[in-house]
């Protein structure tokens, strides 16, 4: 008789050799690798382009500078009474141009400033008709008149109008809190805190040119050029050249009036009419 012992050794023997060799077919034959799905893409934050402030037409033409850095407008190089005069018409176009609620004290500011300084504005204007008078004759009314329609047109800069109207409300309210008596002093004072506010706007628009350059250098090949170079403000005002000698301050030399291209210039009238109100001729006499 077979010993069972023996039996099952052999069984075991065999049941291990079998292991032995699935797993020696098992390590010669690994199975095939599974590819990885391949990594989504990577999607590009693109940043708004850049804008020009207050919506300006980006081929708008800015006052040159002179060789202090000074900015060549209306108001540079003009006497203390050009000052004066310059000073007035800014805060009539404010009055009636910044007409949002929170700028209703200029209004009110410019009220009192005609009502307290009348004799001095009237004095004021009839020496700047004599001035012109006496170097331009029979030209005289003519010039002055449209050198004054240049600085109203000035003021009323549709995309300056923020930075302008921000700035004569400071203005006005520094004047019914203090009432000057040297209407003088401190229309000089003011016209510069006026003529910053288009400084800045100046500076923002150089500043917007910069950055929407490096937008389209980095981002505009995404686009294929699409809205690269379109304006918001498309009725903005373009500068215009203007004869030498001709429509400039009495005291300012014709190179003054100079744009950053060469050509003499100032911002031409707007697409809006500026809503001006010179001093009734009464009263500027």
Known sequence: MINKNIVLTLRTVAGAAALSAAAACTNSAPPPKVAAAPAPPVKVSVPARPVPPGGAS??????????????????????????????RSGWNVAALNC?????????????????????????VN???????????????????????????????LPPAHDYFCDAALEVSQAFMQSQPDDLDAFSQSALVRLER?????????????????????????????????RSIYTSAPVNVTYDNGARVPLSAQTSQMRSSSGRSSQPAQPASQPMVQPLPEDDRR
């Open 58 to 87: 980006r081929s708008l033409e800015l006052p040159a500078k002179s060789s202090d850095g000074t900015r060549l407008t209306v108001n540079a190089n003009i006497s203390p009474l050009e000052a004066v005069w310059n000073f």
């Open 99 to 123: 007409l949002e609620a929170k700028y209703e004290p200029i209004l009110d500011g410019y009220k009192l400033y005609l009502a307290q300084h009348k004799d001095r504005l009237k004095a």
């Open 126 to 156: 009839r020496e700047l008709d004599r001035k012109y008078e006496e170097k331009l004759g029979d030209m005289a009314t003519r010039e002055r008149e449209a050198y004054m329609t240049q600085v109203y047109n000035y003021y009323a």
């Open 197 to 229: 506010a288009f400084t800045q706007f100046y500076d923002d628009m150089e500043r917007y040119w910069v950055d929407v350059a490096e937008w389209d250098a980095k981002y505009g090949g995404l686009y294929g050029g699409r809205g690269v170079g």
